[in-house]
């Protein structure tokens, strides 16, 4: 079977720092991606990783190391309006399809 | 606004009916994936379908079905409901069927569902 693992909450202060950890066992892995969803809203693209090292957008970055089967988010100069879900997803792309699973998604608290 | 539009927005029904959710993709985007996302399973893959074809199938109930039609929109047919399927029910387009270079997914409002 596949599992992502990632932490349900963190909490963190306006400026600050946090790094979202993301673990996964999966079969046919093709690449992690990262999804923000505000309460009521629909998930949103943020980032993906299909090689090893260091994606970064703007103050988002996002990391894999495929031999760890490991990867985070990084959130820098946190806002309040970073106050949402992060969900980190593999791709399993087999013969045909694409096959999206996601994490149970982190809480992400940012307090003025 | 991602440019994926789903109908209803709201759906209430009673346990035993059928209901049918609509899903229309981006404009020339040809996949068409549905979720669904409830409070204890999270957020779940159902199917994926690639112009008009079935791609690939996730945790599919045998009472869900779901199709592509020549227009590329998608339906999602959920049938003899249960309390359980309550959740939020969201479609998202793609321009290809595989990964890609950023393999990005772009979600619809979504279509809640409460069975009751």
């Known amino acids: 079977g596949q599992s992502l693992e990632q932490p349900s909450e963190v909490t963190a202060v306006e400026g600050a720092i946090v790094q979202i950890n993301c673990t996964y066992q999966t079969s046919g892995f093709y690449g992690l991606s990262w999804y923000q969803q505000h309460d009521g809203g629909a998930p949103t693209f943020l980032s993906y990783n299909a090689l090893d090292g260091l994606e970064e957008t703007g103050r988002f970055s996002s990391f894999l190391s495929r031999s760890d089967s490991y990867g985070y988010l990084l959130l820098q100069e946190l806002q309040m309006k970073d106050s949402a879900s992060y969900f980190c997803a593999v791709s399993n792309v087999k013969a045909a399809g694409n096959k999206l699973t996601f994490g149970g998604g982190t809480r992400v608290l940012v307090k003025p | 606004d991602s440019g994926v539009t789903q109908t209803p927005k709201h759906l209430i029904t009673a346990t035993g009916q059928r209901v049918t959710l609509r899903c229309s993709p981006r404009?020339?985007?040809?996949?068409v994936y549905w979720y669904q996302q409830s409070l204890d399973q999270g957020l779940q893959f159902l199917i994926h379908y690639y112009n008009g074809e079935e791609r690939a199938k996730g945790n599919i109930l045998e009472r869900f079905s779901a199709q592509q039609f020549p227009d590329l929109h998608s339906e999602l047919n959920l049938s003899s409901l249960e309390l359980g399927d309550s959740a939020l029910y969201f479609c998202?387009?793609?321009?290809?069927?595989?990964?890609?270079?950023?393999?990005?997914?772009?979600f619809g409002p979504g279509t809640r569902l409460t069975v009751l």
């Open positions: 404009s020339g985007d040809l996949s």
């Open positions: 998202a387009s793609s321009v290809g069927d595989s990964g890609g270079v950023d393999n990005e997914q772009f």
